[in-house]
């Protein structure tokens, strides 16, 4: 499916606020989900399920006395629990004493039910939303396949190089004279750092059972390979396969010469010349300072344009088995969970910009950026958000899934929960808290460069 060209039909603002809109219902459907159906299971009775809030489009009830509903405004959704007083699961009082004569009928409501099936229902909102995240991290994964070992020619990339002896199904056995390392092994990495800086490389290969020495590009040729949302190169209309040609007049044929470009810039404008599609137009080009995680901890600050490079050609893949492709998925989602974790504490201590922080007008526009480069990017981002709500509902604030969880550890310690009125307060304070905290994340859509 070509978004891309639906995208450009639908036009500019309103398929960001479109795409935006989809990908939050998908998570905000997946959360809810996972809290109706546990609750469900959990022998709790559901008595609204909405997407969005306010004037209701669309509802049905289902035979087991729950609303299913479709809101106006569709930036959230709940389940409505009997005994629940609204949303955010506050206590109908009234509801409750009308209850209490009937332990069936007690037993069915969020409040009367035990301390078990209340936190295994809270938690399941947030659970659900990983569980979203490794399913379309692990088929993603599995559908794109992992390179085949040894390195093997897939599909040969367009490229403005004068000579490409290359063909598909070519192993590459060594460059320059040296051995290719098995792409597991570590080795692998620091010998395509360690290519000689040549225009044109001598490649050693094995084709129909014999071996030929022929002649190709540079192995990490100044290819685009992927844009970042929000990036220098989005603001330059930079689009995936373009290939860099020369920055400020200088021709060059690396992309290791375009990070030292970007990097040595200090933030000044580039002015660079673009092929694609056989055609060479110029670009100005304004680098971003951004705040990038390391692999030893924290964090870095460099000049950045938000591109992704890319080999000459595209590497032969095979099938991962279930088990790789799942553990994958779920790698994938422990490393945004922890890298939002360590991110979020940075900001807190000063150590970063507080302007990583988006909100939702940022996250819209993230949105439509993935959508436009196409069905995959677009799924993809939708797994890393569900992967940072599901963390956000986590946190211990009142009003959040967090909150409610914590509350349980209370009674569960004290064997009695908290007073109605102490939660009363303490929901309005997290309920203060969550909002102070959108209107800055709204503040740096706004006023962050």
Request: proline content about 6%.
């Amino acid at each position: 499916m070509d978004i891309s060209a639906f995208i450009s039909a639908f036009g500019g603002t309103a398929w960001t606020i479109f795409f935006f809109v989809v990908a939050l219902s998908v998570i905000v459907a997946i959360h809810e989900y996972g809290h109706y159906i546990v609750g469900r299971w959990s022998g709790i009775q559901a008595d609204v399920f909405s997407i969005g809030f306010g004037p209701v489009l669309w509802s049905r009830m289902d035979k087991r006395g729950t609303r299913w509903q479709i809101a106006a405004l569709p930036f959230g959704g709940y389940v409505k629990f009997a005994g629940d007083a609204n949303a955010a699961s506050g206590k109908d009082e009234a509801a409750m004493e009308q209850a209490a004569d009937d332990p069936a009928a007690l037993r069915r409501t969020m409040h009367g039910a035990p301390l078990w099936a209340r936190a295994a229902t809270v938690a399941a909102g947030p659970v659900f939303n990983f569980a979203l995240s490794i399913m379309v991290f692990a088929l993603v994964g599995y559908s794109n396949g992992v390179i085949r070992d040894p390195l093997t020619v897939g599909e040969l990339r367009p490229l403005p190089a004068e000579v490409q002896e290359l063909q598909s199904g070519d192993v590459v056995l060594a460059i320059e004279g040296a051995e290719v390392p098995s792409i597991n092994d570590v080795a692998y990495g620091e010998f395509m750092n360690a290519l000689p800086q040549k225009p044109l490389l001598e490649y050693t290969v094995e084709r129909d059972g014999a071996q030929r020495v022929v002649v190709g590009p540079y192995l990490r040729p100044p290819l685009v390979s992927g844009v970042s949302p929000q990036s220098a190169a989005v603001a330059a209309d930079l689009e995936r396969g373009d290939v860099i040609t020369a920055v400020d007049g200088n021709p060059i044929f690396a992309f290791g010469q375009i990070k030292e470009a970007v990097e040595g810039s200090d933030g000044r404008n580039l002015d660079l010349t673009v092929w694609r599609d056989g055609a060479l137009s110029q670009k100005v080009l304004t680098p971003k300072r951004v705040d990038e995680p390391q692999p030893e901890g924290g964090f870095a600050t460099q000049w950045r344009i938000g591109i992704a490079s890319g080999n000459a050609f595209e590497p032969a893949t095979e099938a991962p088995g279930i088990g790789e492709a799942i553990t994958a998925g779920v790698a994938q989602t422990w490393r945004i969970i922890s890298g939002s974790i360590s991110g979020l504490g940075y900001m807190i201590t000063g150590s970063i910009s507080t302007c990583n922080l988006s909100g939702p007008i940022g996250i819209a526009q993230v949105s439509g950026t993935m959508a436009s480069q196409g069905l995959e990017s677009f799924i993809w981002f939708i797994a890393v958000l569900s992967t940072a709500v599901g963390l956000l509902n986590l946190f211990p604030i009142p009003a959040l899934d967090g909150g409610h969880l914590v509350f349980y550890a209370y009674e569960a310690v004290t064997g009695k929960p908290p007073s109605d009125g102490a939660l009363r307060i303490l929901m309005a304070v997290g309920l203060a808290l969550v909002l102070s905290l959108m209107v800055f994340a709204l503040g740096n859509d706004i006023f962050c460069p």
